[in-house]
């Protein structure tokens, strides 16, 4: 799969057309870039600009982009609401597909060398590319803003530039060159139009004045809009989401007096954040990715397995027996992730090839493969269920009561990765299949509860090829990390099957074992 980059160039010009449109068309005229979006703010004076390519396509865009705002965007003139050093103020990278962080940094250094050589615009690094570590947060590049930079690039040490030298470009400023991860730019509009009201209540949601986690903020005013604005960057919408975002500036907004009108979103967004934002604030019950179905079009043109394969290999099977048959009813109707039985199949096979007694599943949902386990276990073992459901818990238990196995399933709620310390002793077999992001800790707990001789499975390791394509959310990265970690590990003798979305299945070797 070819690599992605995603560039989010922001401009100090944000009213003037024709300027950004000879901007865009510099971006445009390499070829093997899309320009995926732009967007211009009166009151900010500042345009945002993303694109993507090929690395090394995103790159020269890049500089071509920087160059051409050098000679027609003059800072000296420039009002705006929002902070800026430069024309061209912030060339962030960002990794998208079958491309790291790592990888952004590198394009970064590139291109920030051949601003400050070509085009005599000194440039600081940033983020994930920051050379020093006072570096890495932009607003500490940012600090007085072109005016005071003008004088602080000469007479300070601490302002000397990554590339380029002690002075400013006289029209054009700096530019901060960086590498991060996706983030949000979010903006919440309150109903008044006091700056002062908006900047109180930026320094109580942000992070750094102990707000919310992950939250950058500032107040601003918008007077084109007549309203004071909160403008924040998520840069972690995992941990701080922005229907969280927006809760929180509704509270401060209504403790001052006033309230939150309206939202708007700079650039564009992850869905998995829209998808958040529906689940909370409309309350689905149900919701899953499944439910959504752009995802399940997508998924079903991913398969690790040609679908005429899967096909096949369902058809060979005989009848589940009742209890089976609804729960493979109930996942498709209801969107449950479950192994399947074809995966069922499997699972139960190694469970009796090691004639396995103690089983663990990190992450059961409603107790399919558990059954298949407490069948391969018989009368006298064990399998311990684990899920942070508890409706989805108790389901499980009347599935157990029914397939006859509800007295060798020991059944426990919450987080399936820490229920594991509960349990003494060591498991003959472990089964990982909780959130995807948490593979790693997954890994990490389980293979000392190993005993050796006995198996570490895990369900979804080629993630619907999306590790093979070297997609970059939490979900792709915790996958891929779980395979190196399986494959780096000298305990460890592992296999990844290729069968439904991919199945590891690895032995912890005995003392002085070699493979």
């Excluded at 390519?53 to 865009?61: I, K, L, N, T």
């Excluded at 099977?317 to 009742?322: E, V």
């Excluded at 939490?474 to 290729?498: K, T």
Aim: with cysteine; hydrophobic share 40%; glycine share 8%.
């Amino acid at each position: 799969m070819s690599p992605v980059v995603e560039c989010v160039m922001n401009f100090s010009e944000g009213r003037d057309p024709k300027v950004i449109d000879q901007i865009a068309g510099a971006i445009t005229s390499e070829p093997g870039v899309t320009l995926l979006d732009r967007q211009s703010d009166f009151d900010h004076h500042r345009s945002v600009i993303s694109f993507i390519g090929a690395p090394a396509a995103v790159e020269e865009a890049a500089v071509r982009a920087c160059g051409r705002a050098a000679e027609i965007i003059d800072l000296r003139r420039h009002r705006g609401e929002h902070p800026r050093i430069g024309a061209t103020d912030v060339i962030p990278f960002v990794p998208l597909r079958a491309v790291t962080l790592q990888d952004c940094v590198a394009i970064a250094r590139r291109a920030g060398e051949r601003i400050a050589r070509q085009f005599g615009i000194p440039v600081y690094l940033y983020g994930a590319a920051a050379a020093r570590p006072d570096r890495e947060n932009l607003e500490n590049i940012r600090r007085g803003e072109f005016e005071s930079l003008r004088e602080e690039i000469v007479t300070q040490d601490t302002r000397i530039p990554d590339f380029g030298e002690r002075r400013l470009h006289p029209t054009a400023g700096a530019t901060a060159v960086g590498a991060r991860d996706l983030l949000i730019a979010y903006n919440v509009y309150l109903d008044t139009e006091e700056v002062a009201v908006a900047r109180q209540i930026a320094s109580q949601v942000r992070s750094s004045s102990g707000g919310l986690p992950f939250v950058k903020a500032l107040g601003l005013a918008a007077p084109a809009r007549g309203h004071a604005q909160v403008s924040m960057n998520l840069v972690n919408y995992r941990q701080t989401p922005m229907h969280a975002a927006w809760d929180a500036v509704c509270k401060a907004a209504e403790l001052l007096g006033t309230r939150a009108v309206s939202s708007e979103i700079v650039g564009l967004v992850p869905e998995r954040a829209l998808w958040a934002a529906a689940q909370h604030c409309l309350q689905i019950e149900n919701f899953s990715e499944g439910l959504v179905i752009e995802h399940r079009v997508r998924e079903s043109s991913t398969c690790i397995t040609d679908e005429r394969s899967e096909q096949y290999m369902q058809g060979l099977l005989p009848p589940r027996d009742a209890v089976l048959a609804e729960m493979e009813t109930q996942a498709e109707k209801r969107s449950i992730p479950i192994v399947g039985p074809v995966v069922g199949r499997l699972l139960y096979q190694y469970a009796r090839l090691i004639q396995a007694r103690r089983i663990f599943e990190m992450g059961s949902a409603i107790g399919y493969s558990t059954i298949w386990w407490a069948r391969a276990v018989g009368p006298g073992g064990c399998v311990h269920y684990t899920d942070g459901s508890r409706e989805k818990a108790q389901e499980a238990r009347r599935y157990f009561e029914q397939a006859g196995v509800a007295d060798r399933v020991e059944t426990r709620v919450g987080n399936s990765i820490d229920l594991i310390d509960a349990v003494a002793g060591e498991f003959d077999l472990i089964f990982v299949d909780v959130d995807k992001h948490q593979y790693p800790d997954a890994f990490r707990k389980a293979i000392p509860r190993l005993r050796p001789g006995g198996l570490l499975i895990a369900d979804n390791v080629l993630w619907s090829g999306r590790v093979a394509r070297g997609e970059t959310d939490a979900d792709s990265e915790g996958i891929r990390e779980f395979n190196r970690l399986l494959y780096a590990s000298r305990e460890l003798l592992p296999v990844i099957l290729p069968i439904r979305d991919g199945v590891a299945v690895a032995e912890k070797q005995w003392p002085g074992q070699g493979a």
